[in-house]
């Protein structure tokens, strides 16, 4: 495996590799309707307009154009930069969505719960981990006027859960809140709330000493409003135990307050019901993005490097009819991000590279309308099945299932007798198509996680 | 429903209404993976080189540039018309699918034969049936150096299989072959059999007067020629009473030969296994596409004027590297065309809007978690559940399951009393949440087909 993308950040998956997502992508669906969460899809693409509403993004976003566009601009657009109607790509399910909400809001019942599985797109430049077409999983809800903040607490199970149902290593969801953020650098001065929160953003590329010359430099904080910054985002805990250590910093502020308390929901809710998958992380900021309240990342334990491999929290203003508001909370799986890594480090393999569990082979050339009669009676009962296109001798055909993976051939000789062969094992046996399957291991393929010596498990 | 796409071309669905799309595409897959075919996707770009190579289509092709692209135009490129290099949208999965085939030929076992579900995008003027992006769902079979005419049969069973299993009307698959018309053309003289298929092509459109006129003076044929041409494309049967009524037309040609055979079988086959499905239709062309043999269109019965929405055939020459040749043979099922017509004409619906069967009210708002823990009982018997997220009202309560379309409610009383009640029908009774299912039927959301009276069933 790990083979080259013939177009560097667009990947494409063998068939064997294609089953190990499908696994995930199936799994991911199932938890989601299994919580009530309707399936959307938006159309690949947006107006420029819309996907540059919140600024600052256009460097990544993919324009379009009709290659003989000779006449007609209106739609399209050659001058993508410009033309806020032009059309481009989506490079995030969030903004659609809220377009999508805004569109629909006279057809939706509210609160609305939906999941979104679909390809994105950003022009960057890719790497390990970041690719230019990729594969995003998003569930929210969004509110008309209002959504009760319970909401954000059971985002987060629903996601734990769902995380937790994939062949992946173990995993953190790392949650912070906007308010207490905010609130805080208010109750010790800092106004510029976003500057310092881009500023925390860095620490883990940069570190504490380089942020606090950046909150010094750029944003005029003092010594002791920077290191007061800094601690709070040292604050770090499993359990709830993280509000007495805000408290201790002796900063008061309403909106702290608010903060703390619904982080405290958060956590508390997670400890019992998704016990050591989340922890409360006071560093976490989710950079620029349009977030009010709560915000999550999640990292791979052990592939903390791979960045987040999940993303989101609480908007409370992203989509807007009139007066009329649509808050919302949500988080997006990068699935595309997942699949890579379980590909590259073989973390979970496909129990087999076919759907197909039965070759049925031909005694001869006549025999192939009676080999499909046998087929259409073992596809009637679940299993997949294929039939030879020529009678070739046996040892060939056998050989045929073996290249292509398929665990069980089918003979029927002249008399009428089936028979059943495991190619893996050789065993062979009588079998009738009326009443014959194959152990409930090998009806469908099956992707599992691939145990990895503890030794071998730490990334180089 | 039949509300307007914010943007011409592209259709957004509603949840009630992509629960039906759900459908169309679970039960294709479903088929297609027990007769043996495994999942690929392609990357939704390809180089505007690669999707040019057979030329005449570069009208409908969305060229991609990014919107910031200031110093770098190798990879994405500006001027998209010129450069081979730059990238555009896939307008089919064809192509694309020749590609892969051609880069992966070495991890592949041939035949390989997979099913690919994708968006593609097309620059075209929308209207009714046609779509600026829109979902095609293709299986294909691929060889290497050879592959048996048997896949030719085989590809129209799957399909008239899968057709079957989906909520539409009753369709016929139209088949013809390249060989036998070409051939035919030439015993009676007309060699540029690129022209006489181009022109018979547009029989449907502009009639059989203005086909022999276009035969005549843009490919200098005889009378005799055209009205041969015509007689051709005259027959239609349902079995294979075809191949006498051609010889009955007296040309004799080697090439007409084969394509008469080969259409014999899958007509014999069909009548056999696709009893009333498939028609052998001698008017079918497939204009400028790379067909080499067996072609095919399907029309919905009573919605002709839709289009094919099941289009393919078999190329021998579409994929190859080097003096390695990849023939192969596919069918193309125009998903997003099919479901526009279910959901504009009312033909099927889900049986609810959301997957959610049951909500769980919240007794007073301390009863939140107690609610989570009957959620997840149910949930682990793959009960699709969601809990309240407030406690009102009961009746406020029940309202908001009737409006999300939810059929169960569930309340706890203050003794720990279970009680679900289905709301459509008023009934309420005791039930344990380790045991309780809802009646089949509601387990799951049900797409069915809607039965029209029979007088309406004609289209106006």
């Known amino acids: 495996m790990a083979r080259t993308a013939s177009l560097s950040g667009f990947p494409e998956w063998l068939p064997e590799e294609r089953l190990v997502e499908l696994h995930v992508l199936d799994t991911l669906r199932k938890v989601f309707e299994l919580h009530g969460f309707a399936s959307i899809e938006t159309r690949a693409v947006e107006t420029v307009g819309q996907l540059l509403r919140k600024g600052e993004i256009d460097k990544e976003v993919y324009g379009l154009s009709r290659l003989q566009?000779?006449?007609?601009?209106?739609?399209?657009?050659?001058?993508?930069k410009a033309d806020p109607n032009a059309?481009?790509?989506?490079?995030?399910?969030?903004v659609p969505f809220a377009r999508y909400v805004?569109?629909?809001?006279?057809?939706l019942a509210f609160?609305?719960?939906?999941?979104?599985?679909?390809?994105?797109?950003?022009?960057?430049?890719?790497?390990?981990?970041?690719?230019?077409?990729?594969?995003?999983?998003d569930i929210d809800v969004v509110g008309d006027g209002e959504l009760p903040f319970r909401y954000d607490v059971e985002i987060a199970l629903v996601i734990a859960e769902a995380l937790s149902a994939l062949p992946i290593p173990d995993f953190r969801l790392r949650i912070n809140n906007r308010k207490l953020a905010e609130g805080f650098y208010r109750g010790i001065g800092l106004d510029d709330t976003a500057g310092v929160l881009r500023s925390i953003d860095k620490l883990e590329k940069i570190g504490p000493a380089k942020v606090a010359e950046l909150l010094k430099t750029e944003l005029g904080a003092t010594d002791d409003q920077a290191q007061a910054a800094l601690k709070l985002a040292g604050i770090r805990t499993e359990d709830t135990s993280f509000v007495a250590r805000v408290r201790a910093l002796g900063v008061t502020n309403d909106l702290l307050e608010e903060g703390l308390n619904e982080l405290e929901q958060v956590i508390e809710a997670a400890v019992q019901r998704a016990p050591g998958k989340v922890v409360a992380d006071l560093s976490i900021a989710r950079g620029l993005d349009y977030y009010t309240g709560t915000v999550v990342e999640t990292v791979l334990v052990g592939h903390e490097q791979l960045g987040s491999i999940c993303s989101g929290g609480?908007?409370?203003?992203?989509?807007?009819?009139?007066n009329r508001k649509f808050p919302g909370v949500g988080l997006s799986i990068g699935v595309t991000r997942l699949v890579s890594r379980i590909l590259s480090q073989d973390l979970a393999k496909a129990s087999r590279s076919v759907p197909t569990a039965v070759l049925v082979a031909l005694t001869n050339d006549d025999s192939w309308g009676a080999a499909q009669d046998i087929a259409a009676q073992l596809r009637s009962r679940g299993i997949a099945t294929e039939v030879a296109a020529k009678a070739e001798k046996f040892g060939k055909q056998i050989k045929f299932a073996d290249r292509r993976g398929i665990p069980f051939v089918w003979f029927t000789d002249d008399d009428g007798k089936h028979q059943v062969k495991d190619i893996r094992s050789g065993e062979q046996a009588d079998a009738d198509p009326a009443t014959w399957t194959?152990?409930?291991?090998?009806?469908?393929?099956?992707?599992?996680?691939?145990?990895?010596?503890?030794?071998?498990?730490?990334p180089a």
Chains 1, 2 share one sequence.
């Open 69 to 80: 566009d000779d006449d007609d601009t209106s739609d399209a657009g050659k001058a993508g």
């Open 102 to 107: 805004v569109e629909n809001a006279g057809y």
């Open 438 to 458: 194959p152990p409930s291991e090998d009806l469908n393929v099956q992707v599992t996680t691939v145990q990895v010596p503890a030794a071998a498990a730490q």
């Open 87 to 94: 059309l481009a790509l989506h490079f995030d399910l969030t």
């Open 111 to 137: 609160p609305f719960r939906r999941y979104q599985i679909q390809k994105v797109w950003r022009g960057e430049r890719p790497q390990e981990g970041r690719a230019r077409e990729f594969t995003q999983a």
């Open 314 to 322: 609480r908007y409370d203003a992203l989509a807007s009819k009139g």
